[in-house]
């Protein structure tokens, strides 16, 4: 894992701009902490700041390959987890090679493919190819965007970066917010539009899509989605395929010459990622696995159930730590730090976020980075098997927009009333919401059920997801720390995307397919445990905390959050603990104090960033 770096300019010689290209790499230091290099020569820049996994000494990039017909430099962000197939496919083809690191398996895949190379990889991954031969530059993303990669035109120049903040010290790039932006960040936000970020003229290329950038501009193409196939495998059969899917995606992704670790929470997704990945190690007879879990002080004292948070996780850890061949560590992780970091977490992302649901990974991964490099998650499991309640409650299927930010009339009303006036958020909103809901094909074959769950589906696939990834890449590689996430397979996605519901939620349980197939793999507590969520503290100090740093900004009346944002009505989710914000502002988790840490976030952003308003 690590950060690239890049700028093309056909009508300028780039050969002294080694000074800018350093610069911007060394923005990414955090994703990259063990070595950078650089390829520059008249028309392309290329930086690379890298974390080594794989092959120390044969995976340094820029990697430069000559070849009879040209040179091809490449940077690349990800893993390969086909990387074996691919290398003994280019063998057959007379390639040969210098290591073992998947950099050079990918840099010499393309030059045998071309722009066909996506066809053939699955992975995380964004990479970028100098190509000498055609005089132009080469960008992918993997199928579900795990991998970062963000870009724009500016004077003559394509720039692009695995972060944004690389991408605004080119010189003369502009930070600016327009109504779109303003529509992304408070509409649509934490999540937002694929391709676009809240910035002006500062795009992604976009999960499952490759672009070329050459003398006649840039060219985008998407080469992979989800598609709407009749499935006609039985009950059993399906079992078996499901099995067979998340065996093989996990297995691949245990690659590393770094110890691997999992994340363990005694919910169903880690505890299944767990349970594989211990049984794979003790079958090579490898060192037990070490599993990681985190907590906050105090949380056993304060934990309040309700229907998002059943329960909390100490048990069921305990439990699954017992039938694992695994060494178990827990960070406990205390108020005041949670609250310090909210804005360690905004500026991972370049953007006010999900608040403490940031933060506490962040610092989770921190501690956990101390002592290995890569970790499995669970996440993406909700998505593909049905997890989440909006999956159940009429009141979210029925809301005709996306069921994870129903409180679109509250939202509209937390912006400063003269922008309010000029931006309408649910009018956004809406046109977001039916633009995406137009890629799912309905088959004649779905049931009533299953088609109104496939769009929930898809919608909670290519957005919701898509937040969480985000989050789980920038609290991860802020640290230089790798998390990888076998539910995210795209084989695995495409194939459960098409089981009916009625199969997918088996017994009518959230992830009853799921649950069905790890009987007695799993202890039966642990396959019939409610899901309970990513856990956040229920410290009634952290409450405190954040409410001070709200109370503190808004003392002062010209703190930029006022030009924004509604300064009487964040004064009466002050006073209120936010609950005049009656509805979480995000999925389950971004409730009273979420909302409050958010908005500090969201001033914090302002004062660092100072995004020029155009409206």
Not at 389 to 414: C, H, N, V
Not at 436 to 446: F, G, M, P, T
Not at 520 to 532: A, W, Y
Request: glycine share 6%.
């Amino acid at each position: 894992m690590c950060g690239i770096v890049g700028f093309v300019n056909y009508k300028k010689d780039l050969s002294n701009d080694k000074n800018v290209l350093k610069g911007m790499t060394a923005c990414l230091s955090n994703r990259g902490p063990d070595e950078d290099g650089f390829y520059i020569n008249q028309n392309v820049a290329l930086g690379h700041k890298r974390l080594i996994v794989i092959d120390p000494d044969g995976g340094k990039q820029p990697m430069v390959e000559k070849y009879t017909y040209g040179e091809y430099a490449i940077v690349y962000n990800g893993q390969i987890y086909n990387t074996k197939e691919l290398r003994n496919t280019l063998l057959e083809n007379g390639f040969t090679f210098n290591g073992h690191c998947d950099t050079e398996v990918l840099l010499k895949a393309y030059i045998h493919y071309g722009k066909d190379v996506v066809y053939h990889l699955n992975g995380i991954f964004s990479f970028a190819v100098w190509n000498t031969k055609n005089n132009e530059l080469f960008l992918a993303r993997d199928h579900f965007g795990v991998k970062p990669l963000f870009y724009t035109e500016f004077s003559g120049s394509f720039i692009f970066a695995s972060e944004i903040k690389a991408i605004f010290k080119y010189p003369g790039i502009k930070k600016i917010l327009d109504r779109q932006g303003i529509s992304e960040l408070f509409g649509i936000g934490p999540a937002h539009t694929p391709g676009t970020t809240v910035y002006k003229n500062i795009f992604e290329i976009e999960p499952a899509h490759f672009a070329v950038y050459n003398k006649s501009g840039l060219h985008i193409e998407k080469y992979w989605s989800l598609k709407s196939i009749p499935h006609k495998e039985s009950l059993n059969d399906t079992c078996s395929h499901l099995k067979n899917l998340l065996k093989d995606s996990i297995s691949r992704q245990l690659i590393s010459d770094m110890p691997i670790c999992t994340f363990l929470s005694g919910g169903l997704d880690s505890s299944i990622i767990s349970k594989f990945t211990s049984d794979y190690l003790k079958a090579q007879n490898l060192a037990p696995l070490d599993t990681y879990s985190v907590d906050y002080v105090d949380n056993d004292k304060n934990f309040v159930k309700s229907d998002f948070q059943p329960n909390s996780d100490g048990y069921y850890i305990d439990l699954m730590t017992e039938n694992l061949y695994s060494n178990h560590h827990s960070v406990v992780l205390d108020t005041p730090e949670l609250a310090k970091a909210l804005e360690q977490a905004m500026i991972a992302r370049d953007v006010p976020g999900m608040a403490d649901v940031d933060s506490s990974l962040y610092l989770f991964c921190k501690e956990v980075k101390k002592e290995k490099t890569v970790t499995l998650m669970g996440e993406c499991a909700d998505e593909i098997f049905g997890g989440y309640p909006w999956f159940f409650r009429q009141d979210a299927l029925k809301s005709g927009t996306f069921p994870w930010s129903i409180a679109i009339s509250e939202r509209q009303q937390i912006l400063n009333p003269q922008i309010a006036q000029k931006v309408d958020l649910k009018s956004y909103i809406d046109y977001r919401y039916n633009e995406s809901l137009k890629n799912v094909e309905i088959l004649d074959c779905d049931s009533i059920e299953t088609a109104e769950k496939r769009k929930i589906s898809y919608l909670t696939i290519t957005w919701f997801m898509q937040t969480l990834l985000d989050r789980a890449d920038r609290m991860s590689m802020a640290n230089g720390f790798e998390v990888r996430v076998p539910f995210c397979d795209y084989r695995l996605a495409q194939y459960m995307y098409n089981v009916p519901w009625e199969m997918k939620a088996l017994n009518g349980r959230e992830k009853g397919l799921l649950r069905y197939i790890m009987k007695g793999i799993l202890p039966d507590e642990i396959v019939e445990r409610k899901k309970s969520p990513y856990p956040k503290t229920h410290n009634p100090s952290y409450l405190k905390a954040v409410k001070g740093m709200l109370s503190d900004i808004m003392s002062n009346k010209n703190a930029p959050i006022n030009t924004l944002l509604n300064r009487d009505y964040i004064l009466e989710i002050l006073e209120s603990n936010g609950n005049a914000f009656s509805r979480p502002w995000f999925g389950q988790l971004m409730t009273g104090p979420q909302l409050m840490a958010y908005l500090c976030q969201v001033n914090m952003w302002l004062e660092k960033y100072q995004p020029e308003v155009e409206i």
